[in-house]
């Protein structure tokens, strides 16, 4: 089943002028108004009434042991300085289930949800076996203080951890240390593309709520992408760039409720889901399964649904061939 664009989605993507990312043009689709030119995804299966087919699973990443940057942070350039300084800001709140950070712990079982499923699905795991991602290579980039990446290494995956923020990864290590589950987690305060340059591979790339915070998208997506091993699958996250995002992720959240500090997300750096999957097209990952999250006000849950008119995650799998570049 292929996923339509909702029609607010539409209207957004239609009232915005083409959106250039790092050097790369994104198609502004009311230039090409055929939904055949969008990209299309799946919804996710659980979201959907029909399932996904099994798919080959990826070669074993190479085996390639921890490499950690020197304790003042990240190698190369990437993050967005602006950006990394209000991370650096909070993080000593990462654990605190009330601060800025409780709209995550309160959506990580959701996106957790989407994950276990569909990293099963690809890899054909027993979702409901007690260690479903054993013998997997994960990275979590942008791990913050490690609330996605704990409950992944639970999952039996192998993980390493990296955030731009050194206060984090410090603060996410002495976290990890008290479980032994968790201490195995390799945490590193380093960036995608130092990684790239090491030529680390990893069986899955998660990052969850970190693109519209870097300072060029395009590049990040390709970072993940050389992150991935062929038919590795790729996971992305964030919120939309839509007037709804706009009213709740950032009015609602910053300065009614004041979950988040003002200032948190800038509307003009979110990208759309058209955006995260043309992009990651453009990196060698085809966006296979998508789906929203949704916030229940009055239960103060949230659970997927077909709505990524405001939070999204995206899954996409890593193309078995590097298309060739176009060298002038
Ligand atoms: C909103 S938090 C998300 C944390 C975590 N992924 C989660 O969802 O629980 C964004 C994180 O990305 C990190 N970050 C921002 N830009 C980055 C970059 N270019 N490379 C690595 N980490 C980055 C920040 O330091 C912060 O910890
Ligand atoms: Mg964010």
Redesign the pocket.
């Known amino acids: 089943m292929l996923r339509r664009v909702p029609p607010s989605l539409r209207r957004a993507l239609l009232s915005s002028a083409s959106t250039h990312y790092g050097g790369a043009q994104i198609p502004n689709p009311s230039h090409s108004p055929s939904q055949t030119l969008l990209p299309q995804w799946r919804r996710h299966a659980s979201v959907a009434s029909s399932s996904a087919p099994p798919q080959s699973p990826p070669p074993p990443s190479s085996p390639r042991g921890p490499s950690r940057s020197g304790g003042g942070g990240?190698t190369v350039s990437?993050?967005?300085p602006a950006?990394?300084a209000k991370?650096a800001a909070i993080a000593e709140t990462w654990w605190d289930a009330n601060g800025p950070f409780k709209p995550?712990h309160l959506m990580n079982p959701t996106r957790l949800s989407f994950i276990r499923s569909t990293l099963c699905r690809h890899f054909r795991r027993d979702p409901y076996s007690s260690k479903p991602l054993e013998g997997l290579k994960v990275i979590?980039?942008?791990?913050?203080g490690g609330?996605?990446s704990e409950p992944l290494a639970r999952m039996g995956a192998t993980v390493t951890a990296?955030?731009?923020?050194n206060k984090?990864i410090k603060i996410a290590s002495i976290h990890a240390a008290s479980d032994p589950t968790t201490a195995s987690i390799e945490y590193c305060c380093t960036?995608?593309e130092a990684l790239v340059k090491e030529k680390r591979l990893f069986d899955a790339v998660i990052?969850?709520?970190?693109i519209e915070?870097?300072?060029n998208p395009l590049e990040?997506c390709e970072s993940l992408s050389a992150l991935t091993v062929p038919n590795g699958a790729t996971v992305v996250s964030t919120i939309n760039r839509s007037m709804r995002a706009y009213a709740t992720a950032i009015v609602a959240a910053e300065y009614i409720l004041r979950w988040l500090p003002r200032g948190t997300h800038e509307w003009s750096k979110l990208v759309t889901p058209e955006e995260v999957s043309l992009m990651l097209q453009k990196a060698a990952v085809s966006v296979e399964e998508m789906a929203g999250f949704v916030y229940n006000p009055l239960s103060g849950e949230w659970s997927l649904s077909d709505d990524i008119s405001v939070n999204y995650i995206a899954f996409g799998v890593k193309k078995s061939e590097t298309p060739s570049t176009n060298c002038t």
């Open positions: 990240p990437s993050p967005n950006e990394v991370f995550l979590d980039v942008g791990c913050g609330i996605l990296i955030d731009a923020v984090n960036t995608a990052s969850l709520e970190v915070h870097v300072a990040f």
